[in-house]
T-cell receptor
Framework: DADVTQTPRNRITKTGKRIMLECSQTKGHDRMYWYRQDPGLGLRLIYYSFDVKDINKGEISDGYSVSRQAQAKFSLSLESAIPNQTALYFC??????????????FGPGTRLTVL | AQSVAQPEDQVNVAEGNPLTVKCTYSVSGNPYLFWYVQYPNRGLQFLLKYITGDNLVKGSYGFEAEFNKSQTSFHLKKPSALVSDSALYFCAVRDRGSTLGRLYFGRGTQLTVWP
Protein backbone atom coordinates (compact mmCIF):
# COMPACT_ATOMS: atom_id res chain seq x y z
CA ASP A 1 0.00 0.00 0.00
CA ALA A 2 1.61 3.22 -1.16
CA ASP A 3 0.19 5.05 1.84
CA VAL A 4 2.61 3.18 4.09
CA THR A 5 6.24 3.23 2.97
CA GLN A 6 9.26 1.48 4.40
CA THR A 7 12.94 2.16 3.84
CA PRO A 8 15.11 0.42 2.99
CA ARG A 9 13.35 -2.40 1.13
CA ASN A 10 16.34 -4.68 1.40
CA ARG A 11 19.34 -4.58 3.70
CA ILE A 12 22.28 -6.85 4.26
CA THR A 13 24.38 -6.16 7.31
CA LYS A 14 26.89 -7.80 9.61
CA THR A 15 26.58 -9.07 13.13
CA GLY A 16 26.99 -6.30 15.69
CA LYS A 17 26.00 -3.44 13.41
CA ARG A 18 23.29 -0.95 14.35
CA ILE A 19 20.43 -0.86 11.90
CA MET A 20 17.44 1.44 11.59
CA LEU A 21 14.33 0.62 9.61
CA GLU A 22 12.01 3.49 8.85
CA CYS A 23 8.29 3.67 8.29
CA SER A 24 6.24 6.61 7.08
CA GLN A 25 2.51 6.86 6.50
CA THR A 26 0.21 9.36 4.88
CA LYS A 27 -3.03 7.80 6.13
CA GLY A 28 -3.23 10.08 9.15
CA HIS A 29 -3.51 7.11 11.51
CA ASP A 30 -2.48 7.38 15.12
CA ARG A 31 -1.69 3.71 15.61
CA MET A 32 1.48 2.17 14.19
CA TYR A 33 3.01 -1.28 14.52
CA TRP A 34 6.18 -3.19 13.76
CA TYR A 35 6.02 -6.90 12.96
CA ARG A 36 8.51 -9.47 11.86
CA GLN A 37 7.64 -12.35 9.61
CA ASP A 38 9.50 -15.63 9.63
CA PRO A 39 8.58 -18.61 7.45
CA GLY A 40 6.13 -20.86 9.25
CA LEU A 41 5.73 -18.47 12.17
CA GLY A 42 3.41 -15.88 10.73
CA LEU A 43 3.64 -12.31 11.96
CA ARG A 44 4.85 -11.48 15.42
CA LEU A 45 4.45 -8.10 17.01
CA ILE A 46 7.64 -6.29 18.03
CA TYR A 47 6.39 -2.88 19.18
CA TYR A 48 3.31 -0.77 18.77
CA SER A 49 2.41 2.86 19.34
CA PHE A 50 -1.03 4.35 19.77
CA ASP A 51 0.16 7.93 19.52
CA VAL A 52 3.40 9.91 19.61
CA LYS A 53 3.69 9.64 23.38
CA ASP A 54 2.66 6.01 23.64
CA ILE A 55 5.07 3.11 22.98
CA ASN A 56 4.37 -0.48 23.94
CA LYS A 57 6.34 -3.69 23.75
CA GLY A 58 4.96 -6.53 21.73
CA GLU A 59 5.67 -10.22 22.12
CA ILE A 60 9.26 -10.17 20.80
CA SER A 61 10.76 -6.78 21.71
CA ASP A 62 14.11 -8.02 23.03
CA GLY A 63 16.96 -6.74 20.87
CA TYR A 64 14.82 -4.02 19.31
CA SER A 65 13.94 -0.42 20.09
CA VAL A 66 11.61 2.06 18.45
CA SER A 67 11.12 5.77 18.07
CA ARG A 68 7.89 7.56 17.19
CA GLN A 69 9.24 10.80 15.78
CA ALA A 70 5.87 12.10 14.63
CA GLN A 71 2.39 10.83 13.97
CA ALA A 72 3.53 9.77 10.51
CA LYS A 73 6.90 8.20 11.37
CA PHE A 74 7.79 5.13 13.37
CA SER A 75 11.33 3.74 13.28
CA LEU A 76 12.62 0.37 14.39
CA SER A 77 16.23 -0.05 15.50
CA LEU A 78 18.37 -3.10 16.01
CA GLU A 79 21.08 -1.89 18.35
CA SER A 80 23.44 -4.77 17.67
CA ALA A 81 22.16 -7.01 14.92
CA ILE A 82 22.44 -10.78 15.21
CA PRO A 83 21.81 -13.46 12.58
CA ASN A 84 18.53 -14.66 14.10
CA GLN A 85 17.10 -11.22 13.42
CA THR A 86 17.21 -12.05 9.73
CA ALA A 87 13.57 -11.72 8.71
CA LEU A 88 11.01 -9.73 6.79
CA TYR A 89 9.89 -6.68 8.75
CA PHE A 90 6.54 -4.97 8.28
CA CYS A 91 5.19 -1.69 9.47
CA UNK A 92 1.44 -1.26 9.77
CA UNK A 93 -1.01 1.47 10.70
CA UNK A 94 -4.59 1.59 11.84
CA UNK A 95 -7.31 3.96 12.80
CA UNK A 96 -9.29 2.69 15.79
CA UNK A 97 -12.58 3.96 14.43
CA UNK A 98 -15.69 4.25 16.51
CA UNK A 99 -15.64 0.62 17.57
CA UNK A 100 -11.91 0.03 17.55
CA UNK A 101 -12.17 -2.70 14.97
CA UNK A 102 -10.67 -1.17 11.87
CA UNK A 103 -8.20 -3.19 9.88
CA UNK A 104 -4.47 -2.55 9.74
CA UNK A 105 -2.71 -1.31 6.61
CA PHE A 106 0.69 -2.73 5.87
CA GLY A 107 3.81 -1.39 4.22
CA PRO A 108 5.68 -3.39 1.56
CA GLY A 109 8.19 -4.78 4.01
CA THR A 110 11.95 -4.64 4.58
CA ARG A 111 13.95 -7.79 4.00
CA LEU A 112 16.83 -7.77 6.48
CA THR A 113 19.72 -10.20 6.35
CA VAL A 114 22.25 -10.29 9.16
CA LEU A 115 25.45 -12.15 8.29
CA ALA B 1 -4.91 -15.69 25.93
CA GLN B 2 -5.67 -14.89 22.34
CA SER B 3 -4.51 -17.10 19.52
CA VAL B 4 -5.23 -18.14 15.98
CA ALA B 5 -4.65 -21.52 14.39
CA GLN B 6 -4.41 -22.19 10.69
CA PRO B 7 -4.22 -25.98 10.63
CA GLU B 8 -3.03 -26.28 7.04
CA ASP B 9 0.34 -24.94 5.96
CA GLN B 10 -0.58 -25.49 2.34
CA VAL B 11 -3.77 -25.83 0.33
CA ASN B 12 -3.75 -26.91 -3.29
CA VAL B 13 -6.77 -26.60 -5.56
CA ALA B 14 -7.49 -26.71 -9.26
CA GLU B 15 -8.63 -23.58 -11.01
CA GLY B 16 -12.41 -23.35 -11.10
CA ASN B 17 -12.87 -25.50 -8.01
CA PRO B 18 -14.06 -24.11 -4.69
CA LEU B 19 -11.44 -23.36 -2.09
CA THR B 20 -11.45 -23.23 1.69
CA VAL B 21 -8.69 -21.95 3.94
CA LYS B 22 -9.32 -22.86 7.56
CA CYS B 23 -8.95 -20.74 10.67
CA THR B 24 -9.87 -21.33 14.29
CA TYR B 25 -9.41 -18.85 17.09
CA SER B 26 -9.28 -18.48 20.84
CA VAL B 27 -10.18 -15.29 22.68
CA SER B 28 -11.45 -14.57 26.14
CA GLY B 29 -14.37 -12.52 24.88
CA ASN B 30 -16.10 -11.93 21.58
CA PRO B 31 -13.81 -11.67 18.57
CA TYR B 32 -13.11 -9.37 15.74
CA LEU B 33 -11.78 -11.55 12.92
CA PHE B 34 -9.79 -10.65 9.83
CA TRP B 35 -8.33 -12.24 6.74
CA TYR B 36 -5.29 -10.86 4.95
CA VAL B 37 -3.52 -11.97 1.79
CA GLN B 38 0.16 -11.62 0.96
CA TYR B 39 1.38 -11.84 -2.62
CA PRO B 40 5.09 -12.45 -3.29
CA ASN B 41 7.29 -9.50 -2.37
CA ARG B 42 4.31 -7.52 -1.13
CA GLY B 43 2.90 -6.48 2.21
CA LEU B 44 -0.30 -7.89 3.63
CA GLN B 45 -3.55 -6.75 2.06
CA PHE B 46 -6.85 -6.72 3.90
CA LEU B 47 -9.49 -9.07 2.48
CA LEU B 48 -12.42 -9.01 4.88
CA LYS B 49 -13.47 -8.81 8.50
CA TYR B 50 -16.17 -10.02 10.83
CA ILE B 51 -17.35 -7.55 13.42
CA THR B 52 -20.95 -8.42 14.16
CA GLY B 53 -24.17 -9.34 12.41
CA ASP B 54 -24.43 -11.76 9.50
CA ASN B 55 -22.13 -14.71 9.96
CA LEU B 56 -21.27 -14.77 6.26
CA VAL B 57 -18.93 -11.93 5.38
CA LYS B 58 -18.09 -10.96 1.82
CA GLY B 59 -14.81 -9.34 0.91
CA SER B 60 -12.46 -8.44 -1.89
CA TYR B 61 -11.75 -10.54 -5.02
CA GLY B 62 -14.82 -12.74 -4.52
CA PHE B 63 -13.73 -14.13 -1.17
CA GLU B 64 -16.08 -14.71 1.71
CA ALA B 65 -15.74 -16.11 5.19
CA GLU B 66 -18.15 -17.73 7.59
CA PHE B 67 -18.06 -17.01 11.31
CA ASN B 68 -19.06 -19.99 13.43
CA LYS B 69 -19.16 -19.14 17.10
CA SER B 70 -19.81 -22.64 18.36
CA GLN B 71 -16.83 -24.02 16.46
CA THR B 72 -14.73 -20.86 17.01
CA SER B 73 -13.93 -20.85 13.32
CA PHE B 74 -13.67 -18.29 10.55
CA HIS B 75 -12.92 -20.20 7.36
CA LEU B 76 -12.13 -18.34 4.16
CA LYS B 77 -13.92 -19.52 1.05
CA LYS B 78 -14.25 -18.82 -2.64
CA PRO B 79 -16.67 -20.62 -4.96
CA SER B 80 -14.32 -20.76 -7.95
CA ALA B 81 -10.56 -20.44 -7.52
CA LEU B 82 -8.31 -18.53 -9.90
CA VAL B 83 -4.61 -19.08 -10.53
CA SER B 84 -4.12 -15.46 -9.46
CA ASP B 85 -5.49 -16.36 -6.00
CA SER B 86 -2.24 -18.21 -5.30
CA ALA B 87 -0.74 -16.43 -2.30
CA LEU B 88 -0.14 -16.64 1.43
CA TYR B 89 -3.25 -16.12 3.55
CA PHE B 90 -3.33 -15.01 7.16
CA CYS B 91 -6.17 -15.10 9.65
CA ALA B 92 -6.07 -12.65 12.56
CA VAL B 93 -8.13 -12.09 15.69
CA ARG B 94 -8.67 -9.35 18.20
CA ASP B 95 -10.58 -9.60 21.46
CA ARG B 96 -13.50 -7.19 21.25
CA GLY B 97 -13.13 -6.38 24.91
CA SER B 98 -9.48 -5.38 24.61
CA THR B 99 -8.57 -1.72 24.49
CA LEU B 100 -5.17 -2.42 23.06
CA GLY B 101 -6.22 -2.95 19.46
CA ARG B 102 -3.63 -5.64 18.88
CA LEU B 103 -4.13 -8.31 16.28
CA TYR B 104 -2.95 -11.88 16.73
CA PHE B 105 -2.04 -13.61 13.49
CA GLY B 106 -2.00 -17.23 12.47
CA ARG B 107 1.05 -18.76 10.87
CA GLY B 108 -0.35 -18.46 7.38
CA THR B 109 -1.60 -20.88 4.74
CA GLN B 110 0.01 -21.04 1.33
CA LEU B 111 -2.70 -21.40 -1.30
CA THR B 112 -1.68 -22.76 -4.69
CA VAL B 113 -4.19 -22.84 -7.52
CA TRP B 114 -3.01 -24.78 -10.52
CA PRO B 115 -4.36 -24.30 -14.04
Amino acid sequence: DADVTQTPRNRITKTGKRIMLECSQTKGHDRMYWYRQDPGLGLRLIYYSFDVKDINKGEISDGYSVSRQAQAKFSLSLESAIPNQTALYFCATSDPGTGGYNEQFFGPGTRLTVL
Amino acid sequence: AQSVAQPEDQVNVAEGNPLTVKCTYSVSGNPYLFWYVQYPNRGLQFLLKYITGDNLVKGSYGFEAEFNKSQTSFHLKKPSALVSDSALYFCAVRDRGSTLGRLYFGRGTQLTVWP
